[in-house]
């Protein structure tokens, strides 16, 4: 199965998208955990990225599909994607589907997490992030066991440096403008479930489930 977790910045994709995969047999691919690994390797791709997403800005479309692109053609997850935190533009979705009709990719559905923004930069501010496996922790909702440590990998769990609040406030702004089309876009194919993303974590889980019947 192959599956867009689609929400604003902080709705909770990436805590939601470990036991998604887990169940349904899929494989993670979150485009901003990829260039974070590639600016922590301070690759081009990482030098190019950091730019904007200090800015709270969006990494070009067309930057963003050639590692997407490249990324379909690995043999680890031809047996089911999720993706988390792409597509973020109507181009990228456009990009998306014209690729999966060439080639006989098919996209089961959009799972769109709904938190309001008020709610949003309370998570993000209090998030932090392993930097070795991307796992995300809050300080007061979800902390990891041992402070600092993450529970999955043993790596340095951090504050990312785009979730201070004036980068949050950007990212926001970014979000519904660019990103929040995105939803009428599949919504027009038939493919999206708007699930409530306030509540517990196992609550949200359970929500996502009945919304995949
Ligand atoms: P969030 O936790 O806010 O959803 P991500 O880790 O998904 O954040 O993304 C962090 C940053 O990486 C974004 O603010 C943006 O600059 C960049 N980025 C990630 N995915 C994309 C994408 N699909 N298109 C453009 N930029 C992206
Ligand atoms: P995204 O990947 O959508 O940007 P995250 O999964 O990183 O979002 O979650 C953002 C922050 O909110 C993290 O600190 C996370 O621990 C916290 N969080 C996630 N889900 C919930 C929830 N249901 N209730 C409260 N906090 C949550
Ligand atoms: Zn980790």
Redesign the pocket.
């Known amino acids: 199965m192959n599956l867009i977790l689609f929400?604003p910045?902080?709705?909770?994709?990436?805590?939601?998208a470990g036991s998604l995969c887990a169940e349904f047999g899929m494989v993670q691919v979150a485009t901003g955990d990829i260039f974070r690994r590639n600016l922590k390797q301070n690759t081009d791709l990482g030098q190019l990225a950091r730019s904007f997403m200090d800015e709270g800005q969006l990494v070009p479309d067309e930057v963003v599909w050639k590692l997407v692109e490249d990324r379909l053609g690995d043999e680890d997850v031809q047996s089911g994607v999720l993706f988390?935190g792409f597509p973020r533009t109507v181009k990228q979705s456009e990009l998306l589907v014209a690729w999966a009709e060439s080639s006989g990719w098919k996209l089961a559905g959009v799972v769109a997490l709904e938190v309001p923004d008020e709610q949003l930069v309370r998570?993000?501010s209090?998030?932090?992030t392993c930097l070795d496996c991307g796992s995300?922790?809050?300080v007061d909702?979800?902390p990891p066991a041992v402070e600092g440590t993450c529970d999955r990998c043993a790596g340095k769990v951090v504050q990312r440096s785009d979730d201070t609040e004036a980068t949050v406030k950007a990212r926001l702004a970014t979000y519904h403008q660019q990103t929040a089309p995105v939803l009428e876009f599949f919504d027009s194919k038939g493919l999206v479930s708007r699930v409530d993303?306030v509540?517990?974590?196992d609550g949200?889980a359970g929500r996502i489930r009945t919304a995949l019947g």
């Not at 910045?9 to 939601?16: E, H, V, Y």
């Open positions: 929400g910045p902080g709705a909770g994709k990436g805590t939601q988390d998570r993000l209090g998030r932090r995300t922790y809050h909702h979800n993303g509540g517990g974590i949200v």
